[in-house]
C-alpha cells in the first residue's frame, strides 16, 4: 500500500514538473535572448564612432506637465520642450538665443523620471543653496536634456531589471545624439552625462559601451563594477524593488560581469570624469569606485577629479554640484 502511495506522489511530482518546467525554460530562454542581445562581442567596449549615425527615426511634441513648466518658467530666459523621440521621451530646457548650444544628458535615478532633475532635485537644491543646477547650465549655453529611461516614468517599454535598464539607456543616449545632429542650433558632437545612482552608472556604461565620445560625465554615487554589488542581480533584491526577474540569477550576474564599465578603462582615457561619492554609501560601496580610480592611475590617466565625502552615504554630493559648472565650462564651453 506504502508503496502505491509512493509511486502516485512520486508521478504527481513529475506532473507538476511537466507543468513548471517549461515556464522556467521559458524564462530563461527569454534571459538568455537578453544577455546575447546586449552582451555580445560586437556590443562590448566598441570604439567610438567618429561621425554621428543619420537620424531615421520620427520625433513628437509632447505637451509639459505644469510642474515642469512651473520650475523652468521661473527664468525668463529659457524655454522647455518635451518630446518623443521614437518612444524615449525627453524634456529639452535652453536658451531659444539660436546659438548653436552642446548637450547635457542627466539620467535619472532609479524609479525616478525625467522631471526629477527639474523639479525634485532642483528644489533640493535651491533649498539648500539658493541655486538650481540646471538654470546654470541653461544660461551658461548649455541645452539641459533629461529622459524617460527605458522601464521609468512614461517609457513606452518594461518592466526590465537593472542591468537591461542600464544597457537599454546606452542605447537611448545614442539615439538622442543623432537625433540632436539635426536639430539647428544643437551641437551633438559636444555631450556630456550627467547622474546619480543608476544614473550615474549609466553614464559610466556609455562610456564603455556608447557610440559617441562624450567630452565629460559627472557621477554621484556610481559603480563601474556591476558584479560587485548583490543588489543588482540578487533576485530577491528584484522583487523588493519592484523589478522583474525576467533573467536567472546566473544570467544577470554574467550580464554585470560582461558589461561593467571597469573592464574598459581605455574607454576613459579623453574624457574627463567628475565622481562624487559618499564614504558612508552602502548601496553603491565605495571601495568600488576607489578601485577603478586606481586603474586609471596605473594607466597614467589625469583627466579625472573623485571627491569623497566621509559623511555622506548615498546621495548626491555638494561638492559636485559645486564643482560641476566649472567643468562643463571647460569641456563643453572651451572656457
Not at 8 to 32: D, R
Not at 68 to 89: E, F, P, R
Not at 97 to 108: M, N, S
Amino acid at each position: 500500500m506504502k508503496s502505491k502511495k509512493c509511486i502516485i506522489v512520486f508521478l504527481s511530482f513529475l506532473l507538476c514538473l511537466a507543468f513548471i518546467m517549461p515556464v522556467f525554460g521559458a524564462e530563461n530562454e527569454e534571459g538568455q535572448r537578453i544577455l546575447d542581445k546586449y552582451t555580445a562581442e560586437d556590443q562590448l567596449g566598441q570604439p567610438f564612432l567618429t561621425t554621428i549615425r543619420p537620424f531615421t527615426g520620427s520625433v513628437e511634441e509632447e505637451a509639459v506637465p505644469e510642474d515642469v513648466q512651473n520650475a523652468v518658467s521661473k527664468y525668463k530666459a529659457l524655454t522647455v520642450k518635451a518630446y518623443n523621440i521614437d518612444g524615449i521621451h525627453i524634456y529639452d530646457v535652453y536658451k531659444n538665443d539660436g546659438k548653436k548650444k552642446p548637450l547635457l544628458i542627466y539620467l535619472h535615478p532609479a524609479h525616478n523620471s525625467r522631471k526629477f532633475f527639474l523639479v525634485e532635485q532642483a528644489a533640493a537644491e535651491q533649498k539648500g543653496s539658493g541655486r538650481v543646477s540646471f538654470n546654470d547650465y541653461a544660461n551658461a549655453g548649455i541645452r539641459v536634456i533629461t529622459l524617460d529611461s527605458p522601464s521609468c516614468g512614461s517609457s513606452d517599454v518594461g518592466p526590465l531589471d537593472f542591468m537591461t535598464i542600464i544597457a537599454e539607456t546606452v542605447r537611448y543616449i545614442d539615439h538622442i545624439i543623432e537625433y540632436y545632429n539635426t536639430v539647428e542650433d544643437a551641437d551633438a558632437t559636444r555631450f556630456a552625462l550627467q547622474g546619480y545612482s543608476q544614473g550615474a552608472d549609466s553614464a559610466f556604461s556609455y562610456v564603455a559601451h556608447g557610440a559617441y565620445q562624450p567630452a565629460a560625465i559627472i557621477s554621484d554615487c556610481g559603480i563601474t563594477d556591476f558584479s560587485k554589488v548583490s543588489a543588482v542581480f540578487d533576485c530577491s533584491f528584484h522583487d523588493k524593488w519592484g523589478l522583474p526577474n525576467i533573467m536567472s540569477k546566473q544570467q544577470i550576474l554574467t550580464f554585470a560581469r560582461l558589461y561593467s564599465p571597469c573592464n574598459f578603462p581605455e574607454k576613459f582615457e579623453n574624457v574627463f570624469i567628475l565622481s562624487g561619492c559618499g564614504e558612508k554609501d552602502i548601496i553603491h560601496p565605495p571601495a568600488i569606485i576607489k578601485s577603478f580610480e586606481a586603474k586609471l592611475k596605473e594607466l597614467g590617466y589625469k583627466n579625472f577629479k573623485f571627491i569623497y565625502d566621509k559623511d555622506t552615504g548615498h546621495w548626491p554630493l555638494e561638492a559636485t554640484r559645486q564643482n560641476a559648472l566649472p567643468v562643463l565650462k571647460k569641456t563643453l564651453l572651451k572656457k
